[in-house]
């Protein structure tokens, strides 16, 4: 059992809960994820290791309630415990040699992002981070990326906060203005990932995206994890979970991801119905 030591709402629909799990913060690295069971009954999902203390033996997990799994987890108190927290799993995000990066997030990404910000930044690297959200109510993490970042720009679409508009606005207002990057890490909706890597093509600018489609057992070995990429003219099968989740955004085939990833978004909103439900009838 894994004990919950802190639990913070960062916005109403994201939770950020930091598990007493010393083997997993002994070895954790930026990128790296877990898998969790909430219960002995419970279905395994993958979360991103938003951060990690070793000396406490703490790892921060960050999740946005979407499914029936987070809106378990997140009836969960201080105190209580979880079944299973297994990892870290993954390979982590490659940051050595670079000088000069931009981080991109999105949403609920920037909590993927911000580890990676954190580490170029200790590591002695010139970080700029460039983060968006739908509107100030959703916003997460600023006082963090701000400590790890020679340069923070926030973007809202409605402009409520920061500059009003897209990710790609900044960056590519960042890049006109002469900013040379050694590399783009982009993190947040397939989408957003998207429209960042066809930017940096324009550029040529090397371009590292985090993917994180349907996962089960994390090892490789159920396939539901795959990827296609496009590599010297040859389409590839690949599995975030132990050839990435970090792959080069130039390759990825992100038509086809965002097709797989569609596939059960309404199984996974009716789940998150029916366990609120349960909730409230007192049956969970």
């Not at 920037?110 to 590591?123: D, F, G, R, S, T």
């Not at 429209?195 to 371009?207: A, D, N, Q, Y």
């Not at 985090?210 to 994890?225: E, H, Q, W, Y």
């Amino acid at each position: 059992m894994y004990k919950i030591c802190k639990k913070r709402q960062l916005n109403p629909t994201v939770t950020l809960m930091e598990i007493e799990a010393p083997a997993v913060a002994r070895k954790a690295e930026p990128g790296q994820f877990i898998i969790l069971r909430v219960d002995e009954r419970g279905e395994r999902i993958p979360l991103t290791i938003a951060d990690f203390n070793r000396e406490r033996g703490l790892v921060t997990i960050i999740f946005q309630i979407v499914g029936a799994t987070t809106e378990k987890l997140n009836r969960l108190h201080e105190g209580d415990s979880i079944r299973d927290f297994a990892g870290p799993l993954g390979v982590p995000t490659h940051t050595e040699g670079l000088r000069k990066v931009a981080v991109v997030g999105g949403g609920v990404g920037c909590a993927i992002a911000y580890p990676v910000a954190k580490k170029l930044h200790e590591q002695g690297a010139e970080v700029h981070s460039v983060v968006g959200f739908r509107n100030r109510d959703l916003v997460i993490l600023e006082d963090e990326f701000r400590a790890a970042s020679g340069k923070y720009v926030l973007m809202t679409d409605d402009g409520s906060q920061g500059k009003k508009g897209l990710v790609t606005d900044a960056l590519r207002e960042l890049i006109e203005s002469g900013q040379a990057y050694d590399r783009v890490i982009a993190i947040g909706p397939l989408v957003m990932m998207k429209f960042v890597v066809k930017l940096t093509k324009e550029f040529g600018i090397p371009t590292t995206v985090s993917m994180n489609p349907i996962m089960i057992d994390g090892t490789g070995m159920c396939g539901g994890c795959r990827l296609t990429l496009n590599q010297d003219g040859k389409r590839v099968t690949k599995f975030a979970c132990v050839d990435g989740p970090d792959f080069d955004g130039y390759e990825v085939d992100f038509d086809e991801a965002m097709a797989r990833g569609a596939m059960y978004r309404d199984f996974e909103r009716h789940a998150h119905e029916e366990t609120c439900h349960l909730f409230r009838e007192g049956k969970a």
